[in-house]
């Protein structure tokens, strides 16, 4: 499995609200549209460790895939690449992480 990971902040003076009302609509829908997507989350960072430390990133998104020839067919779509161009915009600084899930574990 693949797993894209999105650690990002919102620019000073952002909107939130607005924010949040675009990234749990259209863009929720955008990502779960995406070919060969299996699951896609996003998360509100609220705190971090060890205790008293600060967060560097405000927010994560998570998307897989099953394998990474979808995740590359897929994620480098000149059209999904595109769209991320315009959407970058709406956030502030940014991380992007491919990882290569080796053990998936439901507790």
């Given at each position: 499995?693949?797993?894209?990971?999105?650690l990002y902040?919102?620019?000073?003076?952002?909107?939130?609200?607005?924010?949040?009302?675009?990234?749990?609509?259209?863009?929720?829908?955008?990502?779960?549209?995406?070919?060969?997507?299996?699951?896609?989350?996003?998360?509100?960072?609220?705190?971090?460790?060890?205790?008293?430390?600060?967060?560097?990133?405000?927010?994560?998104?998570?998307?897989?895939?099953?394998?990474?020839?979808?995740?590359?067919?897929?994620?480098?779509?000149?059209?999904?690449?595109?769209?991320?161009?315009?959407?970058?915009?709406?956030?502030?600084?940014?991380?992007?992480?491919?990882?290569?899930?080796?053990?998936?574990?439901?507790?």
């Open positions: 499995m693949i797993r894209l990971t999105v902040n919102l620019p000073d003076g952002a909107d939130q609200e607005k924010f949040l009302s675009w990234r749990l609509t259209d863009h929720q829908q955008t990502n779960e549209s995406m070919a060969g997507v299996v699951r896609t989350d996003f998360a509100r960072i609220t705190d971090c460790w060890p205790e008293g430390s600060m967060p560097g990133y405000r927010f994560q998104t998570t998307i897989e895939w099953p394998d990474r020839e979808s995740f590359e067919a897929s994620f480098y779509d000149e059209a999904v690449q595109a769209k991320l161009k315009e959407n970058l915009k709406r956030i502030g600084d940014h991380s992007f992480f491919v990882s290569d899930v080796l053990i998936v574990s439901s507790g």
